[in-house]
């Protein structure tokens, strides 16, 4: 079993930064990939990023290239999601998600969600 638990959104000007956090526990969960999602009102859940625990393989949306950074730390069992430069199209609620199958960015192969937390850009 995996649990994440989901920091860090909050209120920033268009342009600004936040740092996401996502604490994640459970006796296997080194073996998934992590990932996170957004979702904007009236719009379909999407990814913006993966990573894997072992190599620190990644991969971005194309929304999210150049602007974001997913990472995670081994020792504090945590993954992060730096976000740059930040438009009012990027608010949405943050997911983490976990999943043995996730690089492919689906939400079909998400076997964990987090809360969400809330991220709203203004401008």
């Known amino acids: 079993q995996v649990q994440l638990v989901e920091s860090g959104g909050g209120l920033v000007q268009a342009g600004g930064s936040l740092r996401l956090s996502c604490a994640v526990s459970?006796?296997?969960?080194?073996?998934?990939?992590m990932a996170w999602f957004r979702q904007a009102p009236g719009k379909e859940r999407e990814f913006v990023a993966v990573i894997s625990w072992l190599v620190g393989s990644t991969r971005y949306a194309d929304s999210a290239k150049g602007r974001f950074t997913i990472s995670r730390d081994n020792a504090k069992n945590m993954v992060y999601l730096q976000m740059n430069s930040l438009k009012p199209e990027d608010t949405a609620v943050y997911y983490c998600?976990?999943?043995?199958?996730?690089?492919?960015?689906?939400?079909?192969?998400?076997?964990?969600w987090g809360q969400g937390t809330q991220v709203t850009v203004s401008s």
């Open positions: 998600a976990a999943g043995a199958r996730l690089f492919t960015g689906q939400r079909l192969d998400v076997d964990y």
């Open positions: 459970g006796r296997t969960f080194r073996s998934y990939t």
